[in-house]
């Protein structure tokens, strides 16, 4: 696969979980992923998953846009914004930057860095 289509795969995953899609978010994933989240550390598949689906997947609304998109080789960088509605009002704003690894079309390796105080401001300390 080539740079286009890592892009490709990294855009399907954003829209996934703008979507709330999470059947796709686990296909986009090899089965023995690492991720490491800013706040979080290193988590496997399954755990990064249930995070995904407990936490964004539960808003009411989600908006990504991505701002940001560069790749090379099988490395791929997103920038995004998110907004997140929440029952009872509460709304998340945060920036994100995700680097993932992509390698025969599915992330092996990914990292997330976004601000903790947004998600302190919307959710108090946790």
Same mark, same amino acid.
């Given at each position: 696969?080539?740079?286009?289509?890592?892009?490709?795969?990294?855009?399907?995953?954003?829209?996934?979980?703008?979507?709330?899609?999470?059947?796709?978010?686990?296909?986009?994933?090899?089965?023995?992923?690492?991720?490491?989240?800013?706040?979080?550390?290193?988590?496997?598949?399954?755990?990064?998953?249930?995070?995904?689906?407990?936490?964004? #997947?539960?808003?009411?609304?989600?908006?990504?846009?991505?701002? *940001?998109?560069?790749?090379?080789?099988? @490395?791929? &960088?997103? +920038? !995004?914004?998110?907004?997140?509605?929440?029952?009872?009002?509460?709304?998340?704003?945060?920036?994100?930057?995700? #680097?993932?690894?992509?390698?025969?079309?599915?992330?092996?390796? *990914?990292?997330?860095?976004?601000?903790? @105080?947004? &998600?302190? +401001? !919307?959710?108090?300390?946790?």
């Amino acid at each position: 696969m080539g740079i286009e289509d890592n892009k490709a795969v990294a855009r399907r995953y954003m829209q996934a979980v703008e979507d709330g899609d999470i059947d796709t978010v686990r296909n986009l994933q090899h089965p023995d992923i690492s991720w490491w989240i800013l706040g979080n550390g290193t988590l496997d598949r399954d755990t990064f998953t249930g995070m995904v689906a407990e936490g964004l #997947l539960s808003a009411d609304k989600r908006d990504i846009q991505i701002t *940001g998109l560069t790749a090379e080789g099988d @490395r791929v &960088a997103v +920038q !995004a914004e998110g907004e997140m509605t929440y029952p009872g009002g509460i709304v998340y704003r945060n920036s994100y930057h995700n #680097l993932l690894v992509i390698r025969d079309g599915l992330i092996v390796e *990914g990292r997330e860095y976004m601000d903790p @105080r947004a &998600a302190e +401001q !919307a959710f108090g300390s946790q």
